[in-house]
């Protein structure tokens, strides 16, 4: 007979108590973390949506302002509020975010193997949890911020009608491709591609398609809290970094004139 101690494999394994234990003792290091970070990009979001007028600098779009309503339609007040509220809501809607949002915020629950703040969780069926139905909504208004993004970010190779690349044109092109890879590995496209369907066999052509392309939203959607985190950071730095342009506080280096 072999005992655990005798096993090099089970002679370093915790007691399921200690486990457990270390568990509740530290578990509140990444819903602190996670709040901190979200909090921090709200209160930045709503700084340049209700404190800031212009998004521009020469050939460059601030991600708040994108596309540029406030100025197509000639509105002063607020103009990057006309847009921000479609990604920051389809973000709060997200059914990762909100994961994560909930655990830091509400403690609901804190962490893995944590007993529940709540004596009954009740999800999204009660307010205020109940307006996240509303996410594939937000998912289609963001599809259509992030076609202008694209061509936002295209716009920022243009220097005065002669092609150039800036550091801001990369931040701008990045930041495009990070939303898109975070807004079509959604839950919500890949229910639309093809989560509705019951058979992929039925017609010859175009569930077949659509099967094909559930696919590949599956394998982006593995990572889709990855691309979350990531496109946030990239958005935040990014509209940072043009509001110091705006400022004149930095310049912004060119790589090609």
Not at 17 to 31: D, M
Not at 90 to 111: D, I, L, M, V
Not at 179 to 194: E, I
Request: charged share 15%.
């Amino acid at each position: 007979m072999h005992d655990s101690l005798s096993h090099p494999s089970l002679s370093h394994q915790e007691p399921p108590h200690q486990t457990k234990a270390a568990t509740e003792r530290y578990f509140w290091i990444e819903p602190v973390l996670v709040g901190a970070a979200l909090a921090l990009f709200v209160l930045y979001s709503l700084w340049e949506v209700f404190f800031q007028v212009h998004g521009r600098y020469h050939n460059y779009l601030s991600p708040y302002f994108s596309p540029d309503l406030g100025r197509w339609l000639k509105i002063p007040v607020f103009p990057a509020l006309w847009v921000a509220w479609v990604p920051l809501l389809f973000r709060a809607s997200c059914y990762y975010y909100r994961r994560e949002y909930y655990r830091a915020w509400f403690g609901s629950p804190p962490a893995c193997a944590v007993p529940d703040r709540r004596t009954r969780y009740t999800g999204e069926t009660r307010p205020p949890m109940v307006w996240t139905y509303f996410h594939r909504f937000f998912f289609y208004l963001s599809t259509v911020v992030v076609v202008f993004l694209w061509v936002d970010a295209l716009h920022g190779f243009d220097f005065g009608g002669r092609f150039g690349i800036g550091l801001g044109s990369l931040l701008l092109l990045v930041d495009a491709a990070l939303l898109s890879l975070y807004t079509f590995s959604c839950h919500a496209f890949r229910h639309l591609a093809g989560g509705n369907l019951n058979c992929y066999r039925c017609k010859p052509r175009r569930p077949r398609a659509r099967y094909h392309l559930w696919r590949v939203i599956s394998r982006l959607n593995q990572h889709h809290g990855l691309y979350a985190w990531i496109s946030m950071f990239w958005v935040w730095g990014t509209a940072v970094y043009v509001r110091l342009l705006i400022l004149g506080l930095i310049r912004d280096p060119r790589l090609l004139r």
